[in-house]
């Protein structure tokens, strides 16, 4: 069975549990970094399958600006979630594209989502 690379770049880091209780991380090979200029080149050396951005619990720097500039200078083709509270105010639904990434509210409908492109490129 092949497993599915997934990035986490989070501005405040949670262990692996928090983030099994929403992904099956036997399916997946995992790495969470923190959000800083070495997290986005290990995020892109990595290769990922998926990558989220993970802003939800931080009033800290602008994780989605930085990995935009970052982004912008290398090719990356596949599914990007930017998890912020402010995605809901700021969109229908709280869901909308901007470029490659996906901004999105912490919800089930995300998460199933997530899960869907996770079993999806598993088989």
Same mark, same amino acid.
């Given at each position: 069975m092949k497993r599915t690379k997934m990035a986490i770049i989070s501005s405040e880091l949670k262990d692996d549990s928090f983030w099994n209780a929403y992904f099956d991380l036997k399916k997946v090979i995992f790495k969470n970094f923190d959000s800083s200029p070495k997290s986005f080149d290990a995020t @892109?050396? @990595?290769?990922?399958?998926?990558?989220?951005?993970? &802003?939800?619990?931080?009033?800290?720097?602008? =994780?989605?600006? =930085?990995? =935009? &500039?970052?982004?912008?200078?290398? &090719? @990356?083709?596949?599914?990007?979630?930017?998890?912020?509270?402010?995605?809901?105010c700021a969109h229908h639904k709280g869901e909308t594209s901007s470029g490659p990434i996906r901004r999105v509210v912490f919800s089930e409908d995300a998460l199933e989502e997530i899960n869907e492109l996770v079993v999806s490129s598993t088989k």
């Open positions: @892109m050396d @990595m290769c990922p399958d998926i990558v989220i951005l993970d &802003e939800y619990y931080s009033q800290k720097q602008d =994780l989605y600006r =930085l990995f =935009l &500039e970052r982004i912008n200078n290398f &090719e @990356m083709d596949v599914p990007i979630y930017h998890f912020s509270p402010g995605n809901s």
